[in-house]
């Protein structure tokens, strides 16, 4: 292995916003984690509200608009539709009317 282009590499001790310790090995001298054993919920069996809980709501806040645009789009698109729809109605009946005039002439 060579001694330049790889970092150097701790046995150093991880800390857990709950106040948890334990030993790891890192290239960081300080490590600080969220959640550890002794505090995540599936490990404990309770439910564990983080400090971060306002996160999912700024992110709804922050894309709330993009509901209101995916709605109009919505709209748009049935409404295009509902055109394709009446002009392919269109195109049937005109087919059928020259049907019609095309047999009446024959016969």
Known sequence: ????????????????????????????????????????PVFTGKEHVLADKGRVDDFRKRYKHTEKLQAEKKQRDDRKAEIAELDTEQ??????????IGKTEVA
């Open 1 to 40: 292995m060579k001694k330049t282009i790889h970092p150097d590499f701790y046995e150093t001790i991880a800390t857990c916003h709950c106040g948890g310790a334990f030993k790891i090995g890192s290239t960081e001298k300080e490590v600080r984690v969220d959640m550890c054993s002794s505090c995540h």
């Open 91 to 100: 195109k049937t009946r005109k087919r059928q009317k020259k049907n019609i």
